[in-house]
C-alpha cells in the first residue's frame, strides 16, 4: 500500500464516526474477559496498592484491567491464569527471534555464570558489540552505549547542541522519543505539543519546536526563521514508529535539509534497527544521519540495552569521565555491562544469521495483507500495512488526528477507547497486541499461526456494528 493510499485511508477513518462494537457483543467480551483473567484481576488489585496505577508499562494491555504475565516462550505469552495469547506486543518490539531464543539464553546464563553480569570497568564484549552494530550502521563510526531509549535521544540532542553550539531542536510532531523533559513535547498525537508535560517548567521547552509530519516546507521555514538549528530529530517509519506513516523522500529531505543549514540530522533507531532492516531506518529509506539512537532492539529485550553512535567529530563530545573540555556530559553505572553487550553481541549476530528481519517482515506483509481482505469483506473503512517486521491496523485512528485541528481535540479520549475495545476483543480471540493497533513480529510468527490470526479477527468484525 502506497503513501497516497495510507494517508486517504486515515483520512477516512478519521472523517467517519468511531467504528462502534454491536452492544451485546462488547458486554459478552468483558465478561468473558472478567471470568478467564480472575487472577489477573487479583494480581492488579494487589498490584494497585504499592505500584502507580497498577501497572507500569507504558504499552501495558490494560482494558478492562490489566493481565498479568506469568511466562513469555516462543511467540506466546501465558498469563497468571493459564491462558496462553499469541504474543505481538513481544515486549514492545525488541523480540524478533522469539521469546528466549535458546542459543541466546544460553550466552547470557554463561556471562551471568563465568564473567559476572556488572563490572564497571570495560569487558571484552563492550566493543565486541559495538563492532556489530557499527558492522550494520556503517555511519556510526563511535559507539556509546546506554541504558534505555530515552537516555540515548536526551544525548543526543545534548551531542548536537555541543557540537553546532545552537540550541534550537526540531522533532516532527507526534514522534515519541523517550521521557526526557525536553522530549516529552508534541508526542504521540500530532499538535499536542504541551499536551504531556505536567510537572516540567515551561522554560525546558524554550529550545524544542515541532514541524508536522512529513512538511518539508514548514520545516523549511523553521530553519529560515530559527537560524541556530542545532539538529532535527526523525523517526524514520514516521512518527510513532509508523502509526502516522512518513513520506516517501521526506527523511532524505530532511537530511539535506540538515546539511545545507549545518545542523545534525538524529536517527531513533529505536525500533527500526534490526526489526525494518539490518541497516535500520537509515539503509531502508537511503540517508545518513550524523548520530542515530538505538534502544531495547539491541540488546533483545535483555534490560539495559541502548546505544548513541555517529560520527567521530561529533561522538568526541561524549567521553566518559569526570570534568575536563567542552563535552556532553553522559554517565549510567549500569551502561555498557557485559550482560547487555553480550546479548547485543549474540543478538545481532543471530539476527542476521536466522535472516530475522527478512523472515519476519514477510509475517509482516502476510498479516496486513489478510486484515485488509478481511476489513474489505465486512466493508470496514479499517486498514493495515506492515513495515518490514512492525504491522500496524487502524481502526479508530487515534494517531491520525491532528490537535492544529480544532474539531478532532475533542475525539482523542473517545477513538482511544475503541482502541481499548479492540484490544479486549484481541485477548477474547487469545492475541495480545500493542495498544490494540500495532502487531510486533517474530520468526516464530508461522503462516500458520498468522492465518489463525486473520480468522480471529474476522470473528472480531463480525462483532462491529456494521452502517
Ligand atoms: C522511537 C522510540 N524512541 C525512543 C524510545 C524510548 O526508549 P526507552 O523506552 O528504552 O526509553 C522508544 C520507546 O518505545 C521509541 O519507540
Known sequence: MDYEEKIAK???IVDLPI?????????????????????????????????????????????????????????????????????YLMDGGPIILG????????KVIE?????????????????????????HFPSCEIIRWLQTGTEADMLAIRIARVATNRKWVIKIGGSYHGWSDQLVYDMHVPGTKLLESHGIPKNVFKFIDSCPPNDIETLRQMFAEKRKVAAVLIEPMGGESGANPVRPGFNKEVEELCHENKALLISDEVVCAFRLHMGGGQAYYGYEPDLSVFGKIVGHGYPSAAA???????MKYCAAGVGGGKRAYSGGT?????????????????????????????????????????FAKYELPWFSYNLGGTVHFHTSCLFGLSFD???????????????????????????????GSRFYMCILHTDEIIDETIKKIDNICQKIELN
Open 405 to 435: 485541528i480544532p474539531d478532532q481535540v475533542g475525539q482523542l479520549p473517545l477513538r482511544k477507547k475503541f482502541m481499548e475495545h479492540i484490544g479486549a476483543a484481541l485477548v477474547d480471540q487469545e492475541i495480545i497486541s500493542v495498544a
Open 19 to 87: 467504528s462502534k462494537f454491536k452492544s451485546e457483543e462488547l458486554k459478552a467480551i468483558i465478561e468473558r474477559y472478567e471470568k478467564n483473567h480472575v487472577k489477573s484481576k487479583e494480581a492488579f488489585e494487589r498490584a494497585r496498592k504499592i505500584i502507580p496505577g497498577g501497572v507500569e508499562h507504558n504499552l501495558a494491555f490494560n482494558y478492562p484491567f490489566p493481565l498479568a504475565s506469568k511466562r513469555v516462550f516462543d511467540c506466546y505469552l501465558e498469563t497468571v491464569d493459564n491462558i496462553v495469547l499469541t504474543d
Open 334 to 374: 549500569l551502561a555498557a555491562n557485559p550482560l547487555t553487550c553480550a546479548a547485543a553481541y549474540h543478538a545481532i549476530k543471530l539476527v542476521e544469521e536466522t535472516g530475522a528481519t527478512e523472515i519476519a517482515g514477510k509475517a509482516g506483509a502476510r498479516l496486513a495483507d489478510g486484515l485488509n481482505e478481511v
Open 111 to 135: 556471562v551471568i555464570r563465568e564473567i559476572g553480569p556488572c563490572h564497571g570497568l570495560t569487558n571484552e564484549y563492550e566493543y565486541l558489540a559495538a563492532e556489530e552494530l557499527q558492522k
Open 308 to 314: 548513541i553512535g555517529g560520527k567521530e567529530e561529533y
Open 10 to 12: 486515515i483520512k477516512k
Open 99 to 106: 521469546h528466549n531464543h535458546p542459543i541466546l539464553t544460553e
